[in-house]
């Protein structure tokens, strides 16, 4: 049974997040990367911002905590004449957080600059205790499910960047991300009929993952408008597992072992292009607005089969995908900015399980944001804020003999603090 709910949800760990983990007024105005020179994080936007900037170079450091989340989800089911009454899902003892240190220096017409960051728009660092419980009827008969996950994850990523100035107030750079991610489940799953027919299940299992992608930037200045551009590769990773396991139930019958799947290619994120500009409307008022249109992408997603622990293989298509964002900066004082700004995006996508059953899903995230920047003496600056993002997910499943629908809305509170310092 758990293995239809865990199809639910192949694709939402592999779509990119549509409120990139981004600090400052870039954040802070719809989380653009394209156009307008922070130098907190031009190393980890467009690369052609780094030779455009009109400081020789920054230093600096910001974290992002996740302190608010609160998921309702309901999962519906029909498996060989089980029909599922309902699911409640709930999560503890959460820390999610994001941290971002960068390096950026202008050399005449050139520029260069090193990060680190999260991987693949994920959480630099997550853990999570995470209960689900599950009731359906079998010809009157309750059963419940009780499953209970640890899970702890690290996704740290090394960003470099290089830039130069290519003709009169026009610039271009390359980027190159490589990330790594480390994932540890521990699983305990509790099944029970009645006091004399149950079954007990400990997992532990360990995903590894390294990724790579490259962009390329394009940036022009011209008087109080700046227009940008960035073509993404897409995202390449290499992926494996290992799992170890336990199982016992009521007849006796007791196994344990061991199961490892070995490294393969995949491609969860297509191509995209990123499009923005921005404009100078006022002395005090600037206004930026950007679009990001991201190519499908085709991938094998391989797992341990609930049952037999033994290594599937579902094929994935994530479609097309579209985000919007923008926003604005007000200059209260040349000491004092206030930006504020938001977006929306959407994906599709649809999946063929190793059964060949199919699955189909739709996720759309809103989210806005509201931040000040705080600029001291000596070239220091203090960055602050707080963005909210609201997650709305639905999937059908449906193979020979069974059929689940999942539905999710899902609202996220995180604040922010930064620093940096002029060189």
């Known amino acids: 049974m758990n293995s239809i ?25 719809g989380s653009i990367e ?11 936007r467009n690369p052609a911002l780094i030779p455009s900037q009109k400081e020789p170079g920054s230093i600096g450091a910001a974290v992002k905590y996740q302190g608010y989340t609160k998921i309702d989800m309901t999962t519906d089911f029909d498996f060989a004449s089980v029909t599922g009454e309902n699911s409640d899902s709930s999560r503890e003892k959460t820390i999610e957080g994001t941290a971002v240190i960068s390096f950026s220096k202008r050399v005449g017409n050139t520029g260069f600059g090193i990060g680190l960051a999260s ?3 994920e959480q630099f660092i997550l853990t999570e205790d995470r209960t689900e419980l599950i009731y359906y009827d079998p010809g009157g008969n309750k059963i419940s499910s009780d499953k209970r996950e640890k899970i702890t994850a690290y996704n740290p990523a090394l960003l470099m960047s290089f830039g130069m ?11 190159l991300s490589l990330g790594t991610s480390l994932t540890k489940k521990e699983i305990r799953e509790e099944n029970e009929v009645n006091s004399a027919l149950f079954s007990d299940k400990s997992l532990n299992i360990e995903f590894l993952s390294y990724s790579a992608e490259l962009e390329l930037g394009i940036f022009r200045r011209e008087g109080n408008s700046e227009t940008g551009l960035i073509i993404k590769s897409g995202a390449f990773s290499l992926s494996g597992a290992k799992l170890d396991y336990e199982y016992t139930d009521s007849a006796s019958l007791v ?30 008022l600037g206004i930026a607005v950007e679009g990001e249109y991201r190519l499908p992408a085709y991938y094998d997603d391989k797992s341990f089969d609930d049952n037999t622990y033994m290594e599937k293989t579902n094929r994935i298509t994530i479609s097309q995908s579209i985000n919007i964002r923008g926003g604005c900066r007000i200059t209260i004082n040349p000491f004092i900015t206030i930006s504020t700004g938001g977006g929306f995006g959407f994906i599709d996508m649809d999946g063929t ?30 960055y602050t804020g707080v963005n909210v993002f609201k997650l709305n997910i639905n999937y059908d499943l449906n193979e020979t003999g069974m059929e689940a629908a999942l539905k999710q809305d899902s609202i996220s509170v995180s604040a922010f603090l930064g620093v940096s310092k002029l060189l």
């Open 255 to 284: 196994s344990s072992g061991s199961e490892k799947i070995s490294f393969f290619r995949q491609m969860k994120k297509g191509p995209a292009v990123v499009a923005g500009s921005y404009i100078k409307v006022l002395p005090s």
């Open 5 to 29: 709910i865990k199809n639910l949800f192949i694709a939402v760990i592999c779509v990119s997040s549509f409120a990139q983990d981004l600090f400052a007024s870039s954040y802070f105005m």
């Open 119 to 121: 991987s693949q728009d």
């Open 353 to 382: 399980t190793e059964n060949r059953g199919s699955i189909l899903g739709k996720i759309n995230g809103f989210f806005g944001m509201l931040g000040a920047d705080l600029y001291l003496a000596k070239g220091f600056a203090i």
């Open 165 to 175: 100035k290519t003709g009169e107030n026009t610039f271009a750079g390359l980027k």
């Open 34 to 44: 394209s156009v307008y020179s922070d130098r907190l994080l031009n190393v980890l």
